[in-house]
């Protein structure tokens, strides 16, 4: 156990539909990452937050968004989405230490658009 | 932008026999860190192993060493005693520097047979 959760484990929606997914980062850590692993794209970042501000942007497309709020967790929102959004979906969390190399992933939010 | 290449999609190895995975990337970055991510079937991402660039010394942990030869940007992982539960996708990946986000390679499906 990494010590981050997401939620949920599994996600079935239709074509247009917005879904959101959550992240607890594990105690003390300020960095938040998300990830998208996909068949045909792999392993992409999509964004990191760092104690409430966004930090990075990758391949993160407009009809995503995320956040993270005073308590650390994160949510990241994905809206009109399309078949090809069908992914696992990964939150990363890492202490805020200098120096802080490892990231540490949840078990991941399956999402498939039907 | 960094750019991680495996250049091996699939592997099999026998029980307690040694493999070693490649890992080839590109960066104009001085100051990074290189790892090795196990996803087994479960979908958990698992660090094997880590690398700092500025260290000569190979990292080990356990069964699990690497190969790091920063000039020519190569970063393979051996393992030894390969063991049943090995089985796994392994995947290479490069971070700026502490703190960062992870650019992964696109994996290499290793099968351990008994």
């Known amino acids: 156990d990494s010590g981050v959760t997401q939620t949920p484990k599994h996600l079935i929606t239709a074509t247009g539909q917005r879904v959101t997914l959550r992240c607890s980062p594990r105690?003390?850590?300020?960095?938040v990452y998300w990830y998208q692993q996909s068949l045909d794209q792999g392993l992409q970042f999509l964004i990191q937050?760092?104690?409430?501000?966004?930090?990075a942007k990758g391949n993160i497309l407009e009809r995503f968004s995320a956040q993270q709020f005073p308590d650390l967790h994160s949510e990241l929102n994905l809206s009109s989405l399309e078949l090809g959004d069908s992914a696992l979906y990964f939150c990363?969390?890492?202490?805020?230490?200098?120096?802080?190399?490892?990231?540490?992933f949840g078990q991941g939010t399956r999402l498939t658009v039907v | 932008a960094q750019t991680v290449t495996q250049s091996q999609p699939e592997m099999s190895v026998q029980e307690a026999e040694t493999v070693t995975l490649s890992c080839t990337y590109d960066?104009?970055?001085?100051?990074?860190?290189l790892f090795w991510y196990k996803q087994p079937p479960s979908r958990q991402m698992i660090l094997v192993i880590r690398?700092?660039?500025?260290?000569?010394q190979n990292a080990t942990e356990n069964r699990f060493s690497v190969n790091f030869q920063k000039a020519a940007k190569s970063f393979s992982l051996k393992i030894s005693d390969s063991q049943l539960g090995d089985t796994a996708m392994y995947f290479c990946?490069?971070?700026?520097?502490?703190?960062?986000?992870?650019?992964f390679g696109g994996g290499t499906r290793l099968m351990v047979k008994p």
């Open positions: 990946a490069f971070m700026k520097g502490a703190g960062n986000m992870l650019t």
């Open positions: 960066t104009s970055e001085s100051n990074y860190y």
């Open positions: 937050y760092y104690n409430g501000e966004e930090r």
């Open positions: 690398q700092e660039a500025y260290k000569q």
């Open positions: 105690s003390g850590d300020l960095s």
């Open positions: 990363a969390s890492s202490p805020p230490a200098q120096g802080a190399t490892e990231a540490f």
